[in-house]
């Protein structure tokens, strides 16, 4: 009897087991609220049907044998299918003849926005026939799923705050209102099982995919996306938590079986047959094993064609730091994958400097040795994986020496960014603002990564095109700032971006016009130290749009056709001509740069920045268009590629056809900028 007994408790907890297994993938494999199976009457129709949300039904293991004449998917009001109905859309938006489905899922949305509580059946079904070869018919007092909100932050500390927050799909959090001063030190946005919350939880990236401690928050609206695999319905609570201290700043329980829609997000696993792995960022993350006297790296990135990564060892014990860097650049040209040894000086790049390069340079151009063996590389489904080694100890003095398993964790830096056209790394677009703390040498491997995720995002549009095209005006005031992220230089000119631009009368890289014949002058305050190679820019025209005519080689020189700013001696070396004083926009100490792209246009964007200007007078560059003239032209960096932009020259105002600024915002867009500059 006790046998029969043991038998029998281990029977049922082996059912426990499988129900909570069950009910595990159930909220895992989450796809709306379900509606109930398609009753098969003929033709091989069957399938899963779910509601989304009360436009979309979702048909899970879809089947259909295909050889109706003339059939379609049919909704309707009346009490069964039949003529009284509708056609509804297939998957792709047509109302085609249905062809042959096998165990496919596929989304379908009513016609002219009608909802799910207007119908009271689906059907797979023909015309011709009159006949319904399968169906579902929707319960009464249906509920579609819809965005659910729930209460609010608890106020704990830290000034955290919200307004109620928002569940917008099973993997989306909408927190409006949000306010956090910024003064934890290891501050993240943190999920968890339980009754409150714990130290056991999940790192959730921030609303710009970070995984650094949070930034302050001043009345925001945040939108989360829980990472990997998880959902909404695999979590209790939601919290502002520090790890440091282990205390929650504010928090929120997730209520049970929210009616919410399923997350159209699409999610990407990457293996790694390496046995470490460490997320930098929602969409980068670094592969690593130490064997014998190497290390091999795989580092695995969401980037679009044209982005390099960026991994490598601090420039300082002390703080993660790009000065002094040892870095590895990674990126896929074409049909090769390729990882190079990088050098970083200065905050800029690499640029002759009395004869010395400086900035962010390959090894082997200031006279080091390339170290990285680079090994493989793929691009599959958006995913690109590019794996290299290096040894533990380099004889290149400006390689880092790999630390031993007795130092523990170390700083380290990276990036992602575009390549250039001269298959340079640009400025980065994404990188980590706080430290960043690895620990290569350990001793027991850990995976700490999670799947990649894919939103059907929309394009960030550029800030407007400003133009100056006044024809009394002849006098223009060059100076430098920001680019302005992907709205900014590299929305307006479609061009990677070093992180400095021109700004002209206060604009940031207008479209200038000017006549031929006519004499114009260039106030240039670009920076006159040639010592710096991050704040030396003599100004330059050019017959090209990229600049950095100092950079080039003496062949690609002779292809470049210089129309001010350059002279020549008599052995033929270029000199700049206007280089002036730097005055210099930039970020205030509280603004982060990566948050450039909030910013709706370049005019909220401009007030943020303060100018710092150098004493001394402006350069002058003094230009007349003449007949030889291209009716396009560049103003441009001597030093520094992609700064500034087009020129029109025209032989009539009159027949001008650029969009020009108003002589008044003209005026008092430089007085303006005149009046900030001192």
């Known amino acids: 009897m006790r046998l029969l007994n043991g038998l029998t408790h281990l029977a049922f907890a082996a059912l426990i087991f499988k129900i909570g297994v069950e009910a595990a993938e159930d909220e895992k494999d989450y796809r709306g609220k379900f509606i109930g199976k398609l009753n098969t009457y003929d033709n091989q129709v069957s399938g899963d049907v779910y509601a989304v949300d009360q436009y979309t039904f979702l048909i899970a293991k879809f089947t259909y044998d295909g050889t109706g004449s003339d059939t379609f998917f049919w909704s309707g009001a009346a009490s069964r299918p039949g003529p009284e109905g509708f056609i509804v859309p297939d998957e792709h938006g ?156 504010g928090s929120v329980i997730i209520p049970d079986n929210l009616n919410v829609p399923p997350s159209l997000v699409i999610v990407i696993p990457h293996k790694s047959s390496l046995p470490n792995c460490a997320q930098l960022h929602k969409d980068y993350q670094v592969n690593w094993e130490v064997f014998g ?33 040892d870095v590895t650049i990674a990126y896929i040209d074409g049909a090769r994958g390729v990882a190079i040894d990088f050098n970083i000086t200065a905050k800029s790049p690499c640029t002759k400097v009395l004869g010395r390069h400086k900035g962010v340079c390959k090894d082997l151009v200031v006279g080091g040795t390339d170290d990285i063996q680079f090994h493989t590389y793929s691009s599959t489904d958006g995913i690109t994986s590019l794996t290299y080694r290096r040894s533990l100890i380099s004889s290149d003095h400006g390689d880092q020496t790999f630390p031993g398993e007795e130092t523990g964790p170390i700083y380290i830096i990276w990036a992602l960014g575009r390549v250039d056209e001269s298959k340079e790394p640009s400025f980065h677009d994404i990188y980590p603002k706080a430290d960043v703390k690895l620990e290569l040498g350990r001793k027991e491997a850990k995976k700490e990564c999670f799947d990649f995720t894919r939103t059907n995002a929309a394009a960030v549009p550029p800030w407007r095109i400003d133009r100056i095209s006044e024809r009394t005006l002849r006098t223009f005031h060059a100076t430098v700032g920001p680019s302005g992220g992907k709205k900014g230089y590299q929305g307006i000119a479609r061009r990677t971006t070093t992180g400095l631009a021109w700004y002209i009368n206060g604009f940031l890289i207008p479209e200038l016009t000017m006549k031929r014949g006519l004499t114009y002058i260039f106030k240039v305050k670009g920076g006159n130290n040639p010592h710096s190679s991050e704040f030396y820019h003599p100004l330059i025209i050019t017959d090209e749009p990229t600049g950095g005519y100092d950079r080039l080689t003496d062949d690609a020189q002779k292809t470049v056709r210089v129309l001010a700013g350059v002279e020549f001696s008599r052995r033929g070396q270029p000199r700049p001509t206007a280089a002036g004083p730097l005055c210099l926009a930039q970020h205030s100490d509280a603004r982060d740069r990566r948050l450039d792209d909030d910013f709706s246009d370049f005019k909220r964007f401009n007030r943020t920045l303060v100018y710092k200007c150098d004493e001394g007078d402006a350069a002058s560059l003094e230009v007349t268009p003449n007949s030889s003239w291209p009716d396009v032209v560049y103003y441009n960096s001597f030093t520094h590629p992609n700064m500034g932009w087009k020129i029109h020259i025209i032989d009539s105002f009159a027949k001008s056809g650029a969009q020009q600024l108003a002589p008044v915002a003209i005026l008092l867009a430089i007085v303006t900028f005149t009046f900030r500059l001192y």
Do not use: C
């Open 94 to 249: 047509t109302t085609n003849v249905l062809v042959r489905y096998h165990n496919k899922d596929i989304t379908i949305n009513l016609p002219d926005r009608k909802k799910l509580t207007e119908v009271k059946w689906l059907s797979v079904y023909d015309i011709s026939t009159q006949k319904a070869y399968g169906d579902v018919y929707i319960p009464e007092e249906f509920e579609p799923p819809k965005t659910q909100r729930i209460s609010r932050l608890s106020k704990t500390s830290r000034g955290v705050s919200s307004d109620s927050i928002e569940i917008i799909d099973s993997k989306t959090i909408k927190i409006k209102g949000f306010s956090y001063d910024g003064s934890g030190k290891e501050t993240y946005f943190w999920v968890g099982l339980g009754p409150q919350p714990s130290s056991k939880g999940n790192k959730v990236p921030d609303d710009k995919g970070y995984l650094d401690r949070l930034r302050k928050y001043d009345d925001e609206t945040v939108i989360l996306q829980l990472p990997g695999d998880l959902n909404i319905f695999q979590v209790d609570w939601l919290s502002v938590y520090d790890l440091e201290t282990k205390q929650s700043f």
């Open 293 to 325: 006297p190497q290390i091999t790296f795989e580092l695995v990135g969401q980037i679009p064609k044209d982005y390099y990564m960026a991994f490598g060892f601090s420039g300082s014990t002390e703080k993660s730091q790009m000065i002094g860097a």
